[in-house]
């Protein structure tokens, strides 16, 4: 699976934005992959952001992101979103889309296919 992350830019506070990630898929589709978004600050660790399942679409999200970030995706088009609403500067990060199989949704090393990232800057 490739996938190819897109959307970031700079924004002020309280905006939004919404990150793309399209997979080209070979063998399993993607509609069988968990979708996860995770993002990494400079000089932090990288930290899940978001999940959505692949069997029943049940979604996750880290708390500090709860009510504000929506992730989503349309099968038929091999995309996954992340609508980010009122953003805030501790929200800047470079964000990374990944597929997996993995149960444990929200574990970085669980996730088998990764996009090159897209950067996000919230200014105050």
């Known amino acids: 699976v490739q996938l190819q992350a897109s959307g970031g830019g700079l924004v002020q506070a309280g905006g939004s934005l919404r990150l793309s990630c399209a997979a080209s898929?070979?063998?399993?589709?993607?509609?069988?992959?968990?979708m996860g978004w995770f993002r990494q600050a400079p000089g932090k660790e990288r930290e899940f952001v978001a999940a959505?399942?692949?069997?029943?679409?049940?979604?996750y999200y880290r708390d500090s992101v709860k009510g504000r970030f929506t992730i989503s995706r349309d099968n038929a088009k091999n995309t996954v979103y992340l609508q980010m609403n009122n953003l805030k500067p501790e929200d800047t990060a470079v964000y990374y889309c990944?597929?997996?199989?993995?149960?444990?949704?929200?574990?970085?090393?669980?996730?088998?296919?990764w996009g090159q990232g897209t950067q996000v800057t919230v200014s105050s």
């Open positions: 990944a597929a997996g199989i993995s149960l444990r949704i929200s574990d970085d090393l669980r996730y088998d296919y």
């Open positions: 898929a070979s063998g399993r589709t993607f509609s069988s992959y968990n």
């Open positions: 959505i399942g692949w069997r029943s679409g049940s979604t």
